[in-house]
């Protein structure tokens, strides 16, 4: 029989759980300490800072002259003209620059640029010659005016003259829209008309339609195998080998003989060409002039293209003769007015062209 395990609880076992690090930590900061010279927290405070009492350079100086070093790639970079700098770096520091400052630089490039230099380049690095100017964008002018007058014809009591005038230009549109429509190619049917074909007569086509396939095919195949007989290939002697290389030669000079001639054609009517190509340059000059006339007059009537619809003109507002009363008190009121507003932003192009909707 063995001995009985005693339990590892009793007070005997505790020495095997005792840590030991603070003890090995002491130790190693000593012996760091003893190496070194000692230890600082022994050393007066008088032996490890001064007071610096020397009144050479004061400190703001010495910072500023820390500052003024130059490092070795800013020298490259400043040296180097073609190298674009950074869009972040400039901004901030023409935002802090003053007002002087900026007229200051400004004069200085003015002296530069009229003294003038070896090329038109400059620093891009510099910041003395910084100058940030920013441009705002234009917005582009209709040439449609925001109120347009009417004709005299559409007043309330116009001329018998003028009124015939308007009502005739009014009746002009509306017939050009009429003949439009009328004229205009006819639309895509939906349904084709036609007769439904019987489920019998369905059954005939469809035979008739076979057999005549099928005497077509017989024929094609019996022409086929009278086409597929293999033909014996014709022996050519030596006399028809070099008449061939003859008539090869003989077609070749000529080609060669009929290209200088042309040639020679061309080179003596060298002014005829000249004065051509003058004339279709002139020609064209024209055509471009009056394409860019025809837009600018268009542009006066009608906006330029914005969306998939196109701008329509609202419809001039023209009293009928029975509606001439020549007085305001018995005009006869209509809501128009935001129409016609609308219709002037549309056509100013400030906005889409958009579906006429209707209220259901």
Not at 234 to 241: D, G, S
Not at 309 to 331: C, D, M, N
Request: with cysteine; charged share 35%.
């Amino acid at each position: 029989m063995g001995k009985n395990k005693s339990s590892r609880k009793g007070k005997k076992a505790w020495r095997a759980n005792i840590s030991t690090e603070d003890i090995e930590d002491f130790f190693d900061n000593s012996t760091k300490d003893a190496l070194s010279g000692g230890s600082l927290a022994q050393v007066p405070s008088d032996s490890l800072f001064y007071v610096d009492k020397s009144r050479d350079l004061s400190v703001k100086r010495k910072i500023e002259k820390h500052r003024e070093k130059v490092l070795r790639y800013d020298s490259i970079l400043q040296s180097n003209a073609f190298v674009e700098p950074v869009p972040s770096s400039t901004g901030k520091k023409s935002k802090k620059k003053s007002k002087l400052q900026i007229a200051k630089d400004t004069a200085q490039q003015g002296q530069k640029d009229s003294s003038g230099g070896d090329s038109g380049m400059v620093d891009i690095w510099n910041d003395k010659d910084e100058l940030v100017i920013k441009t705002k964008k234009k917005a582009k002018t209709s040439v449609i005016p925001a109120v347009e007058v009417e004709p005299p014809g559409c007043s309330f009591n116009p001329p018998s003259e003028s009124h015939q005038d308007a009502l005739a230009c009014a009746v002009a549109d509306e017939m050009q829209k009429i003949y439009r429509n009328e004229l205009g190619p006819e639309p895509i049917p939906l349904v084709v008309p036609g007769e439904v074909v019987n489920e019998e007569d369905m059954y005939f086509l469809e035979a008739d339609s076979g057999s005549d396939t099928e005497n077509e095919n017989l024929v094609e195949d019996g022409k086929t195998d009278l086409d597929k007989r293999p033909q014996k290939p014709k022996m050519l002697t030596q006399v028809e080998k070099n008449r061939r290389a003859r008539r090869k030669e003989q077609l070749k000079a000529e080609a060669e003989a009929t290209k200088a001639a042309q040639l020679s054609k061309e080179i003596d009517s060298l002014p005829d060409i000249i004065q051509e190509i003058e004339r279709e340059e002139g020609e064209k000059q024209k055509r471009h002039l009056r394409r860019v006339t025809a837009i600018k007059e268009k542009l006066k009537s009608c906006p330029p293209r914005l969306g998939k619809r196109k701008f329509v003109p609202a419809p001039a507002q023209v009293l009928l003769s029975e509606e001439i009363t020549g007085s305001l008190r018995k005009l006869k009121g209509c809501c128009t007015l935001a129409r016609d507003r609308f219709k002037s932003l549309e056509k100013r192009g400030l906005v889409v062209p958009s579906k006429k909707s209707s209220r259901k």
